[in-house]
């Protein structure tokens, strides 16, 4: 089967086998360029929102790059529940 009305300036076909095919978006349209930051900054404070299973207490050094764990809480109940400490790792690179 050849579908070629879908390529665009904004997606290819990158593969295909058969009647499968692999089309890659070129560009992300969810996020434009002119909101990108805000974008980012409401998706870092839905996350932290976010009930967590493991929690870290640090601290960072700047000058000497240093990253102390002073303390770590498990939540057990946090076991079935989506949650993630991504904000964790955009803290510390975000200095």
Do not use: C
Not at 23 to 28: A, G, K, N, R, S
Not at 46 to 54: F, G, H, L, S, T
């Amino acid at each position: 089967m050849n579908i070629k009305n879908f390529e665009n300036e904004t997606r290819k076909f990158v593969a295909g086998n058969g009647n499968f095919h692999v089309l890659e978006y070129m560009l992300d349209s969810s996020v434009s360029p002119a909101n990108a930051s805000t974008e980012y900054l409401n998706l870092l404070e839905a996350i932290k929102k976010q009930e967590k299973m493991i929690s870290n207490r640090y601290e960072i050094k700047k000058k000497t790059f240093d990253i102390k764990i002073k303390k770590t809480d498990y939540n057990r109940d946090g076991i079935n529940k989506k949650n993630s400490n991504i904000e964790e790792f955009f803290e510390i690179i975000d200095w």
